[in-house]
């Protein structure tokens, strides 16, 4: 039987589970920065952390802006994804931002979900929402 979650963003302590990165937040006081029920599958939990990177910084500039942001997508799924899959059974999103506004892919998706969620809320066309 799945255990349940704590009703913030609190992730449930490991039991004995193993996480397959050794970067992983193991902790038992691990949280996440965001977590919504039904974001992306109705009665399923949502977790969220959010980077804010400067991509004029010293370690970014020999690297293209889309390989720096999903190299910060990467860490922290590295962090959180699997412990929230197998634990958790959520999902993760990393929601990376640059200092200037821009978002990494998976942010992006995020971002179009909860226009098409707002919309069908408010009864809007989805272009005044995302404007």
């Known amino acids: 039987m799945p255990r349940k979650s704590p009703p913030n963003q609190t992730l449930l302590p490991l039991n004995g589970e193993h996480v397959q990165y050794r970067t992983a937040n193991t902790?038992?006081?691990?949280r996440v920065d965001v977590s919504a029920r039904g974001f992306w599958t109705r009665g399923?939990?949502?977790f969220?952390?959010?980077?804010?990177?400067?991509?004029?910084?010293?370690c970014y500039q020999r690297i293209p802006l889309e390989a720096a942001h999903q190299k910060n997508e990467r860490e922290k799924?590295?962090?959180?994804?699997?412990?929230?899959?197998n634990v958790d059974h959520g999902t993760f999103t990393p929601l990376v931002f640059t200092t200037s506004g821009g978002m990494g892919p998976k942010t992006k998706c995020f971002y179009s979900r909860l226009a098409d969620v707002m919309a069908e809320k408010k009864h809007q066309p989805r272009s005044h929402v995302v404007a």
């Open 27 to 30: 902790t038992n006081e691990a």
């Open 44 to 46: 399923q939990r949502a």
């Open 48 to 58: 969220m952390e959010i980077r804010i990177f400067d991509p004029m910084a010293a």
């Open 77 to 85: 799924i590295r962090r959180y994804g699997d412990r929230i899959q």
